[in-house]
């Protein structure tokens, strides 16, 4: 997969269209789907980020989401913004061939839909993808969603290029606002992903695996049930330091995610960064900013100097 270009003309026209007839974005989920589309589907597969003619430096990107009840309307606006991703990066030149795959994460112990993968794609095809996510809004309410069975497909049905030819980690987002189940359960990966796994996976095992590979991130948003809790935030920087963030802001998510890859990928500090941000006129400078000081080591005293939030209107902008 990710092959092709992404082209914000097609995706105005399609939502102008979604607009025009009354469609939802979420078009399979709303006809009342309670069981993962077959594009989205995890068992048996690998998702790949393969080099092409097209695209000969492949940078895989993996975005997973909670769609809980916890999260309550956070997917719905995450919608809206993520598929701009890959013309922030592009047009910024924070990364090169970027191949973005989203995902879906629930609660295995009880969700009818706990665990939903896409394709790495270049162009228009990561909006279908969305489009057929399932946003069951369960979860068992016990501040905990099957965030490690997400890390553990990470970790083990994916292959991309990058690593493989250049040693290069891809980079992975999951957005969420719970605690992960301490072990991943051998019988929960038989049903969802049909691997024969002999016992459970403790979770300090899978984050090892998956971070060796991947440069993963967990982002807390403002607007979900959980957001700000602390227990939440030491829970996930006790497995992954400083690239547990927190967002203020949900509309400054597509901002935050291009500007870390941009950063990982050396393209740009985060003064270039916000830069950027602020010539484009976008709302997002001050909740990025104060998000990616714990990335550059920026101290607090630092971080309040930098520009505040400044309402434009305009939702993301397209740099």
């Not at 979604?18 to 998702?47: E, I």
């Not at 000969?56 to 956070?74: E, I, K, N």
């Not at 993808?129 to 099957?146: K, T, Y």
């Amino acid at each position: 997969m990710g092959s092709g270009a992404w082209s914000t003309d097609v995706y105005d026209a399609a939502d102008r269209y979604r607009r025009a007839t009354g469609t939802s974005a979420f078009s399979y989920s709303d006809s009342g789907a309670r069981v993962v589309h077959p594009a989205l589907d995890p068992r048996g597969v690998v998702r790949e980020s393969r080099d092409s003619a097209e695209h000969p430096h492949s940078t895989p990107v993996a975005v997973l989401f909670d769609v809980t009840g916890s999260m309550g309307h956070v997917p719905r606006v995450l919608q809206a913004k993520l598929p701009q991703l890959l013309g922030l990066l592009l047009r910024q030149g924070y990364a090169r061939d970027p191949q973005i795959m989203f995902g879906a994460i629930g609660d295995a112990t009880c969700d009818r839909v706990p665990l939903q993968v896409g394709q790495f794609e270049s162009d228009n095809r990561m909006d279908d993808d969305l489009g057929r996510i399932v946003l069951e809004g369960g979860g068992g309410g016990q501040m905990r969603e099957s965030y490690e069975l997400a890390l553990y497909f990470m970790a083990r049905h994916t292959v991309t290029d990058s690593w493989e030819k250049r040693g290069r980690r891809g980079y992975l987002f999951v957005i969420g606002d719970e605690l992960a189940y301490p072990q991943v359960k051998s019988a929960e990966v038989a049903r969802l992903i049909t691997d024969d796994l002999r016992e459970d996976v403790p979770l300090r095992q899978i984050v090892d695996e998956v971070t060796r590979r991947w440069d993963t991130y967990y982002l807390l948003p403002s607007g979900s049930h959980y957001s700000g809790n602390r227990k939440v935030l030491d829970f996930w920087r006790g497995l992954l330091g400083q690239q547990a963030l927190e967002l203020d802001d949900l509309g400054a998510v597509c901002e935050t995610i291009a500007l870390t890859i941009g950063l990982g990928e050396q393209a740009i500090d985060l003064d270039q960064g916000l830069q950027d941000l602020d010539r484009a006129g976008s709302a997002a400078t001050g909740t990025v900013s104060k998000a990616l000081a714990r990335l550059t080591g920026r101290s607090r005293a630092e971080v309040s100097q930098l520009p505040a939030n400044r309402t434009t209107g305009r939702g993301v902008v397209r740099l």
